[in-house]
């Protein structure tokens, strides 16, 4: 049922929807077009709102961008991937496969969404790279729609920014009704565990049933994506050519000086912060091991080189989502979509209408820590009128941030890029990824407020 399911989404996504720049742009035009027709603001207002919020995303920008590039280079230091290629000889068949990445995926998630998007990515590499060599067909898109598909629990885990944001002292939640809200109370509570738990069994239990029937077209991977280690050792022939500088950059020490002065740092930093994983971590800890690991400066530099390819997009795209997230604050657009979420809403419904209020403005808001400080004052004193646990609402808006990135291709960006694919030709499988998971977030909430 899965499978024919998905062939119509499949067909329907590559005939018609447009890839990430063109609905960037799309975007755009339809929040201005809102923003002038459901708030007050006058033209002028609509365009100095974006205009001015096209940096807002800068700084994280960066540090996505770095995301991509260390990991990538990290993944292709020749220890890494030597392990990587014998994790990827796990899975005995396509079907397996398929629910392996999206395990690996969903796994790196919840740790860290930065992360879940880099490894899924290059764990779909590097299995197609195994199943190329056995000579077994295996379905390239499904496979990195599978690892985009674990995605989808990456705000349930320790890295969820709502709650986080909740619980810190100075986030959103500090002023509100109620004051700061414990971890314990929404990313590790009993019924988020188990939403988790049930949303990844499902998530794999449906890539590996969209498995193509024996005799099925079979689109393999790219030739492209699998690039060896670059070698930078000299040979015995031209050994005597190379000048003092030429041996300093192949010496082994120069990278690894710096590994374990960085390396240091980070173990300071968990004996005073805890396994407190922030993007600056993630990537200090990347650079970190690719420093320890990496051969020599030369080889290091021109894997830099080969991973910067995949970044030009992603620097592109990001400054037009900050523009619709400015656009969005300044005119009061999200107030105004928010409050009629919250005019329909019951007791018992407040968390569903909450999810639902969250996974639209996702669409023009994809930034999970930028969506929750705009939504969480308005749910916030919706749930204290209504008598609804806080809990409710903030994980209500942390599901329905992660939820529509399964069709929002803003956070497909990067691992789109290591895996050398376009957002059409996942989408269609990520699609029923957002059906089932839905339906997964949806029935949670409302027992929770049937409770």
């Known amino acids: 049922m899965l499978s024919t399911l998905s062939r119509p989404l499949s067909r329907f996504v590559e005939r018609y929807i447009p890839g990430p720049m063109v609905l960037a742009v799309l975007l755009t035009i339809i929040t201005m077009i809102m923003a002038l027709v459901l708030t007050p603001a006058s033209p002028r207002e ?8 096209l940096i807002g995303l800068l700084a994280f920008m960066t540090q996505v961008s770095l995301v991509l590039l ?19 000889s796990v899975p005995r068949s396509p079907r397996q496969a398929y629910g ?10 919840l740790i860290s969404f930065g992360l879940g998007l880099i490894v899924a990515g290059v764990m779909a590499v590097e299995v197609a790279r195994v199943f190329r060599e056995r000579r077994e067909p295996l379905h390239y898109p499904l496979l990195v729609a599978s690892g985009y598909s674990g995605f989808v629990v990456w705000h349930m885990g320790y890295s969820g920014s709502g709650p986080l944001n909740a619980a810190t002292e100075g986030g959103a939640y500090t002023d509100l009704p109620g004051g700061l809200v ?15 738990i049930v949303t990844l069994v499902v998530v794999i239990g449906s890539m590996m049933l969209l498995a193509p029937r024996a005799g099925e077209t079979v689109t393999v991977a790219p030739e492209a994506v699998f690039e060896e280690p670059i070698d930078t050792d000299p040979t015995p022939e031209d050994h005597e050519e190379h ?6 950059e192949r010496l082994r020490a120069v990278p690894l000086i710096m590994g374990v002065l960085l390396g240091t740092y980070l173990v300071l930093y968990f004996m005073d912060n805890g396994f407190n994983l922030t993007l600056d971590i993630v990537n200090w800890t990347f650079l970190a091991l690719i420093l320890l690991l990496v051969g020599n400066a030369r080889e290091l530099a021109g894997l830099v080189a080969r991973g910067g390819r995949a970044v030009g997009e992603v620097l592109l795209q990001y ?11 300044a005119t009061g657009l999200v107030e105004k979509i928010s409050q009629w979420f919250i005019d329909i809403s019951s007791a018992g419904t407040l968390g569903l209408l909450t999810f639902l209020s969250a996974g639209l403005l996702n669409m023009f808001v994809p ?9 969480a004052p308005l749910f916030a004193g919706a749930a204290e009128a209504q008598g609804v646990d806080q809990s409710v609402v903030i994980m209500a808006i942390a599901y329905g941030d992660q939820w529509t990135n399964m069709i929002q291709p803003f956070w497909a960006i990067p691992m789109l890029a290591v895996a050398g694919l376009k957002v059409r030709d996942i989408l269609g499988y990520t699609l029923v990824t957002l059906i089932l998971s839905g339906i ?9 407020g049937a409770g």
């Open 46 to 53: 609509v365009i100095m709102g974006w205009g001015d919020g």
């Open 70 to 88: 260390l990991g990538y280079t990290l993944a292709n230091t020749r220890p890494v991937h030597r392990l990587l290629v014998r994790v990827a």
């Open 100 to 109: 392996f990445v999206a395990l690996i995926g969903g796994l790196a998630s």
């Open 182 to 196: 414990a971890i314990t109370e929404t990313t590790f509570s009993s019924w988020n565990i188990i939403a988790t």
């Open 243 to 248: 000048t003092p500088a030429d041996r300093i």
């Open 319 to 329: 400054p037009l989502y900050a523009g619709i997230i400015g656009m969005m604050g």
């Open 367 to 375: 930034s999970g820590g930028g969506q929750f400080e705009l939504m």
């Open 440 to 448: 997964v977030f949806a029935g949670t909430l409302l027992i929770l």
